[in-house]
């Protein structure tokens, strides 16, 4: 890879650790709700994992349940998230980096998970996002942006996350 190259993929992944810290989430029932970042997190585990190979990221069981197993570990139990995909899978669009194809060409909030995988073809990320997230170590420095911001009362729960 050149030098510019690899200078463009630093200005990314600075771009993408500064969306990450800057989420809008709800603060109605106080502390910032978590459905946002769980939800990226369980993509990228699900990337990492090789499970996700393309830019196409469906409201699978898959994801569902990797979202409630992280949700289980990482809420503060202020929200009741579990089982509510559907909340930051629509809401995270207004981020900027992911982006909705709907199945009928127009799309309203969903009401369950059932719902959603009635509306969503599927989600993406941007493409560069999603280039760093094929990297290990950009992975890695996207996660530990994420947990530090958004979990960091966790620290001990996730050092092997």
């Given at each position: 890879?050149?030098?510019?190259?690899?200078?463009?993929?630093?200005?990314?992944?600075?771009?993408?650790?500064?969306?990450?810290?800057?989420?809008?989430?709800?603060?109605?029932?106080?502390?910032?709700?978590?459905?946002?970042?769980?939800?990226?997190?369980?993509?990228?585990?699900?990337?990492?994992?090789?499970?996700?190979?393309?830019?196409?990221?469906?409201?699978?069981?898959?994801?569902?349940?990797?979202?409630?197993?992280?949700?289980?570990?990482?809420?503060?139990?202020?929200?009741?998230?579990?089982?509510?995909?559907?909340?930051?899978?629509?809401?995270?669009?207004?981020?900027?980096?992911?982006?909705?194809?709907?199945?009928?060409?127009?799309?309203k909030q969903p009401s369950s998970v059932k719902k959603l995988k009635e509306v969503v073809e599927y989600a993406s990320l941007d493409p560069e996002l999603f280039e760093l997230l094929q990297d290990k170590n950009y992975r890695k420095e996207l996660i530990d942006v994420l947990i530090a911001?958004?979990?960091?009362?966790?620290?001990?729960?996730?050092?092997?996350?």
């Open positions: 890879m050149s030098e510019n190259q690899e200078l463009h993929r630093e200005k990314n992944l600075a771009y993408y650790c500064q969306r990450f810290t800057e989420l809008k989430t709800s603060k109605r029932l106080g502390p910032n709700a978590e459905y946002k970042p769980i939800l990226i997190l369980s993509v990228i585990d699900l990337i990492a994992q090789g499970f996700i190979e393309n830019n196409q990221i469906a409201a699978s069981e898959q994801l569902i349940d990797t979202f409630n197993k992280h949700w289980d570990i990482l809420s503060s139990g202020t929200y009741q998230g579990k089982d509510n995909l559907h909340l930051p899978f629509f809401y995270l669009q207004s981020e900027g980096f992911w982006h909705i194809e709907s199945k009928n060409n127009s799309l911001t958004w979990f960091s009362a966790n620290q001990k729960i996730l050092k092997n996350f």
